[in-house]
C-alpha cells in the first residue's frame, strides 16, 4: 500500500523569506506521479505543482519549486518570497498509475507572518 | 469558465438518516473523484466517476455510494449516517480518468448529531 507521510503539521514563515515543506512517500511503484495542492483558509484546494516520478528535473512553477528525490521517497516544496497569501494548508499527494488510486498526506499548516 | 460546484454547502443530519450530495463539474470534464476530508483522517479518497461509470473505489464501506449522470454531474450518497461520517465531503472534476490535472468544488459540510 502506498503511503504519503508529512512530518511537519505547522510551520511558520517571515513574508518574503524561504520555507520548506516535507513531504516522504512509500512505494513498490516506479512510476507514478506527486503533488503539492494548497487548500486556504475557507477556499477551495487548488493544485501548487506536480512531478511525474519519470522526470529527474524538479518541477518549477513561479515561486514554488521541488525537490524530488526518487531514491530517497522525497518529494519536497520549496516557496520562495513567500506572501501573506501563501497561508494556507499544504498537502501532499500521490498517484499510482497502475492502481488509480489517490493518497494524501495529513496536510502542513503555513503560516505567513507579516 | 465556471468552477466545480458542490450543494448543499452545509448539512446537518441525525444518525441513521441518509443524505444525497450534489456535485457538478467545470464544463467539459467528465471525471468527478469524491474525497472525505477530517480532522483526524485528513482526506481519503472515496471513488471516482468517469463516463456515468465508477472507475475506482477507495476503501470506504458500501454505506457510501455514487453515481454519474449523462451530463457528468455526480451524486454521492451516505444511507445510514455515522456520527463519523461527519465531515467536509469535497468532489473534483477532470478532464479525463484519473485524477491528473484534478480541479477541486469548495466542498459540503456534513455535520450528523
Known amino acids: 500500500a502506498q503511503t504519503v507521510t508529512q512530518s511537519q503539521p505547522e510551520m511558520s514563515v517571515q513574508e518574503a523569506e524561504t520555507v520548506t515543506l516535507s513531504c516522504t512517500y512509500d512505494?513498490?511503484?516506479?512510476?507514478?506521479?506527486l503533488f503539492w495542492y494548497k487548500q486556504p483558509p475557507s477556499r477551495q484546494m487548488i493544485l501548487v505543482i506536480r512531478?511525474?516520478?519519470?522526470?529527474?528535473q524538479n518541477a518549477t512553477e513561479n515561486r514554488f519549486s521541488v525537490n524530488f528525490q526518487k531514491a530517497a521517497k522525497s518529494f519536497s516544496l520549496k516557496i520562495s518570497d513567500s506572501q501573506l497569501g501563501d497561508t494556507a494548508m499544504y498537502f501532499c499527494?500521490?498517484?499510482?498509475?497502475?492502481?488509480?488510486?489517490?493518497?494524501f498526506g495529513t496536510g502542513t499548516s503555513l503560516t505567513v507572518i507579516p | 469558465k465556471a468552477g466545480v460546484t458542490q450543494t448543499p454547502r452545509y448539512l446537518i443530519k441525525t444518525r441513521g438518516q441518509q443524505v444525497t450530495l450534489s456535485c457538478s463539474p467545470i464544463?467539459?470534464?467528465?471525471?468527478v473523484s469524491w474525497y472525505q476530508q477530517t480532522p483526524g483522517q485528513g482526506l481519503q479518497f472515496l471513488f471516482e466517476?468517469?463516463?456515468?461509470?465508477?472507475?475506482n473505489k477507495g476503501n470506504f464501506p458500501g454505506r457510501f455510494s455514487g453515481r454519474q449522470f449523462s451530463n457528468s454531474r455526480s451524486e454521492m450518497n451516505v444511507s445510514t449516517l455515522e456520527l463519523g461520517d461527519s465531515a467536509l465531503y469535497l468532489c473534483?472534476?477532470?478532464?479525463?480518468?484519473?485524477?491528473?490535472?484534478?480541479?477541486f468544488g469548495p466542498g459540503t459540510r456534513l455535520t450528523v448529531t
Open positions: 473534483a472534476s477532470s478532464l479525463v480518468q484519473g485524477f491528473d490535472e484534478q480541479y
Open positions: 512505494t513498490s511503484e516506479s512510476n507514478y506521479y
Open positions: 512531478q511525474e516520478a519519470y522526470k529527474q
Open positions: 499527494a500521490f498517484m499510482t498509475l497502475t492502481g488509480n488510486q489517490f493518497y
Open positions: 464544463s467539459g470534464h467528465r471525471s
Open positions: 466517476y468517469f463516463s456515468e461509470t465508477q472507475r
